[in-house]
């Protein structure tokens, strides 16, 4: 294990609109805002995106399995953001995506378009050297220390 002990800064609260996609979004308020590291939590509806919900196998590096909904599902998620090797805002956020009884859960990665509205909360993350980083072996951006 490895860590590093940073403090909140700013706080962001947003609302998307239907039709936003708010992977694109968050990416672009990130960029413009210059948030380095940052907590990301969300609530709402998605009318489609595209989930990473396990491997195959247990293997390294691992092929994931997708599994893409169109059919409009209630979300809850949670992620972290981080730079990556070219400075630009990595977003790693997993979601539960739940319609009737059906629900997935998986790290939502595409196609990510709301349904009415999302509501979202950015808690910017001070003081961490740290950087999302591409991992050879895991063939996966990587949540990396930098010192």
Known sequence: MKYQEGKIGRIFVIKFEHGDDVLQEIVK??????ISAALVFM???L???QLVVGPNECVIPPEGISF???DGREILALGTLFKDENRKPSLHIH???GREEKVRVGCLRA?????LTVEAVILELDGLK???LFDPDMQLKLL????
């Open 29 to 34: 308020l990130a960029e413009s805002k210059n």
């Open 43 to 45: 609530l709402g509806a």
């Open 95 to 97: 979601t539960a995506a």
């Open 68 to 70: 893409k909904f169109e």
């Open 144 to 147: 990396t220390f930098l010192i």
């Open 130 to 132: 740290a950087a999302r």
């Open 47 to 49: 009318k489609s995106g």
């Open 111 to 115: 196609d990510a378009e709301v349904y």
